[in-house]
C-alpha cells in the first residue's frame, strides 16, 4: 500500500524557519517525481515544488522561490521541504504527493498533510 | 486568482447530472496538457478522481467522467448522490509558468 506521511508542521514566528519531511513507503520511491502542495485554511490547491527521481530538476512556486528549498533522499524514501524566512501567508497545510507522469502528470497519491501556521 | 478557472459552486438534486467546467488557455490545457481532476472533502486530502483528461482510477465509479476540447475541460457527475458534496478542483501544467497549475475548487452541494 502506497502511503505518504508529513511531519515537521507547527506554529512559527515570521521570519524562522521550518523544515517538512514526507516519510513514503509501499513503492520505489527514486522511480518517482514528488511535489509540495499547500492549502491555505478554506482556500485552493496551490503547487509550491517539484523535485525529479534524481534531484536534477526542481521547481518552484514564484511565492516561494529564493526562501524554500526541495530536496530528497531516496535512501530514505523520503522527501523534505526547508522553509527560511516564512511569512504569514505562508500558513498552509502542506501535502507531499507523488506524480505520475511529466510533466502534465497526475498527483495520483497525497499525504494527509502537516499544518504550518506563521504568526507571532 | 487561478490559472484555471473553475465556478466556485454549482449544486444539484439527488440523481440529477451536473457538470464542472475548468476554463484555461493555450499555455496549459489548450497546450495542449492532460487535466485530471480532484476530490477534497474536508479537511482530508485531495484524491485523484479522474486523469489524464476521462480516465478513472480504480475504484472511482463510472457515474464520473471528464472530457477537454480545446482550452477548457469538464467533470461530469450523474445520478448524484449525497456523499458527492466535496470540493473538486481541476489541475494541468502551464508551459510559459513553467509550474503546476489548479483550478480554485467548486464546491457541490447536493440539495
Known amino acids: 500500500e502506497v502511503q505518504l506521511v508529513e511531519s515537521g508542521g507547527g506554529l512559527v514566528q515570521p521570519g524562522r524557519s521550518l523544515r517538512l519531511s514526507c516519510a513514503t513507503s509501499g513503492f520505489r520511491f527514486d522511480d518517482y517525481a514528488m511535489h509540495w502542495v499547500r492549502q491555505a485554511p478554506g482556500k485552493g490547491l496551490e503547487w509550491v515544488s517539484g523535485i525529479d527521481w534524481n534531484s536534477e530538476n526542481i521547481d518552484y512556486a514564484d511565492s516561494v522561490r529564493g526562501r524554500f528549498t526541495i530536496s530528497r533522499n531516496n535512501a530514505k524514501n523520503s522527501l523534505y521541504l526547508q522553509m527560511n524566512s516564512l511569512r504569514p501567508e505562508d500558513t498552509a497545510f502542506y501535502y507531499c504527493?507523488?506524480?505520475?507522469?511529466?510533466?502534465?502528470?497526475?498527483?495520483?497519491?497525497w499525504g494527509q498533510g502537516t499544518l504550518v501556521t506563521v504568526s507571532a | 486568482q487561478s490559472v484555471l478557472t473553475q465556478p466556485p459552486s454549482v449544486s444539484g438534486a439527488p440523481g440529477q447530472r451536473i457538470t464542472i467546467s475548468c476554463t484555461g488557455s493555450?499555455?496549459?490545457?489548450?497546450?495542449?496538457?492532460?487535466v485530471h481532476w480532484y476530490r477534497q472533502l474536508s479537511p482530508t486530502a485531495p484524491k485523484l478522481l479522474i486523469y489524464?483528461?476521462?480516465n478513472r482510477p480504480s475504484g472511482v465509479p463510472d457515474r464520473f467522467s471528464g472530457s477537454k476540447s480545446g482550452t477548457s475541460a469538464s467533470l461530469a457527475i450523474t445520478g448524484l448522490q449525497a456523499d458527492d458534496e466535496a470540493d473538486y478542483y481541476c489541475q494541468s501544467y502551464d508551459s510559459s509558468l513553467s509550474t503546476w497549475v489548479f483550478g480554485g475548487g467548486t464546491k457541490l452541494t447536493v440539495l
Open positions: 489524464a483528461n476521462s
Open positions: 504527493a507523488r506524480i505520475l507522469g511529466y510533466p502534465a502528470g497526475n498527483f495520483d497519491y
Open positions: 493555450r499555455s496549459n490545457i489548450g497546450a495542449p496538457y492532460d
